[in-house]
């Protein structure tokens, strides 16, 4: 009756890792880190993703009050920016690549061309 897409959550893909192809599923995954600050007093804020994109957790800035907030995007959280960070795992599509090869097989006879005199 439904035809339900059942889609790869790459959970056994590990945070640790910058990319990996998923065990699940075979596709190449990309581990993007993120945390969000207040653009006033550069404070850290609890990152969670909503709608595919990292946010605050808070609707505003508990030490400045600012609605606003910046995204910056690292390599991987330190110890102390991993109570604050968050990861988006995504999918990279890979193009097959488009290469042609040709040879010529050699019959077992060589023909040489004669000399020309200068």
Same mark, same amino acid.
């Given at each position: 009756?439904?035809?339900?897409?059942?889609?790869?959550?790459?959970?056994?893909?590990?945070?640790?890792?910058?990319?990996g192809?998923?065990?699940?599923?075979?596709?190449?995954?990309?581990?993007?880190?993120?945390?969000?600050? /207040?653009?006033? &007093? %550069?404070k850290?804020?609890? +990152? *969670?993703?909503?709608?595919?994109? !990292?946010?605050?957790?808070?609707?505003? /800035?508990?030490? &400045? %009050?600012?609605?606003?907030? +910046? *995204?910056?995007?690292?390599?991987? !959280?330190?110890?102390?920016?991993?109570?604050?960070?968050?990861?988006?795992?995504?999918?990279?599509?890979?193009?097959?690549?488009?290469?042609?090869?040709?040879?010529?097989?050699?019959?077992?006879?060589?023909?040489?061309?004669?000399?020309?005199?200068?």
């Amino acid at each position: 009756m439904f035809l339900f897409k059942k889609t790869c959550r790459h959970e056994k893909i590990s945070a640790s890792i910058k990319s990996g192809y998923c065990p699940d599923c075979g596709e190449y995954v990309v581990n993007r880190w993120f945390v969000t600050r /207040c653009p006033i &007093c %550069g404070k850290r804020h609890i +990152t *969670v993703i909503k709608n595919g994109k !990292p946010v605050p957790a808070d609707k505003f /800035c508990q030490n &400045c %009050g600012c609605q606003e907030f +910046t *995204v910056e995007e690292i390599d991987y !959280p330190d110890v102390v920016s991993i109570n604050y960070a968050t990861y988006i795992s995504e999918v990279v599509k890979q193009s097959p690549a488009q290469t042609i090869n040709a040879w010529v097989e050699n019959a077992g006879k060589i023909n040489f061309l004669p000399m020309l005199p200068a």
